[in-house]
T-cell receptor, first 114, second 108 residues
Framework: KAGVTQTPRYLIKTRGQQVTLSCSPI?????VSWYQQTPGQGLQFLFE???????NKGNFPGRFSGRQFSNSRSEMNVSTLELGDSALYLC?????????????FGPGTRLTVT | AQRVTQPEKLLSVFKGAPVELKCNYS??????LFWYVQYSRQRLQLLLR??SRESIKGFTADLNKGETSFHLKKPFAQEEDSAMYYC??????????FGRGTSLIVHP
């Protein structure tokens, strides 16, 4: 099975701009979660989508949003970028059902905001 | 609420020494615990899960419900074990809760 893929791998944006990141889960997985990883805060959960619906949400401002398509692919959008949004954004997929909490991570998108 | 605590940010040992990465959790239901590992320049990957009771790359972890712990152990550390290790708890929200991670450095 092909693993989780994320595009783009690297991105440089300017403060105030917006950005969209994409994630393709493992075939058959219906849950996609997004995380922000920084040296200072570690791995922080952003949100999870399951069957095109947001099922869980972390403690991030409304500038961070996402969606999931019928093929389970997911996109994450960050509007009005701030310097503090510079991070590695990880996507993880899983079957999304109870008793199957193991997640499979993508390589991440490295976002740099200048 | 679910919570995972990894008390050590950094653990430094010499090759051949035993390793124990600590993980404590807080959860009122029936927990499912995992260890994830992230080697340098590689993606975060699942190392082991408590349900499987398996040993991966010489690592084992036993769920102790009385002490609410899931410590990761290896009797003899190798240099290639140097990585970031995350403990994660699965529960009713369907989303694993991750600890802050412990950086393991194994010196030659």
């Amino acid at each position: 099975k092909a693993g989780v893929t994320q595009t783009p791998r690297y991105l440089i944006k300017t403060r105030g701009q917006q950005v969209t990141l994409s994630c393709s889960p493992i075939s058959g997985h219906r849950s996609v979660s997004w995380y922000q990883q920084t040296p200072g805060q570690g791995l922080q959960f952003l949100f999870e989508y399951f069957s095109e619906t947001q099922r869980n949400k972390g403690n991030f401002p409304g500038r961070f949003s996402g969606r999931q398509f019928s093929n389970s692919r997911s996109e994450m959008n960050v509007s009005t970028l701030e310097l503090g949004d510079s991070a590695l954004y990880l996507c993880a997929s899983s079957s999304g059902t109870a008793k199957a909490y193991e997640q499979y991570f993508g390589p991440g998108t490295r976002l740099t905001v200048t | 609420a679910q919570r995972v605590t990894q008390p050590e940010k950094l653990l430094s040992v010499f090759k051949g020494a035993p390793v124990e990465l600590k993980c404590n959790y807080s959860y009122s239901g029936s927990p499912e615990l995992f260890w994830y590992v992230q080697y340098s320049r590689q993606r975060l990957q699942l190392l082991l899960r408590h349900i499987s009771r398996e040993s991966i790359k010489g690592f084992t972890a036993d769920l102790n419900k009385g002490e609410t712990s899931f410590h990761l152990k290896k009797p003899f550390a190798q240099e290639e074990d140097s990585a970031m290790y995350y403990c994660a708890l699965g529960g009713g929200s369907y989303i694993p809760t991750f600890g802050r991670g412990t950086s393991l450095i194994v010196h030659p």
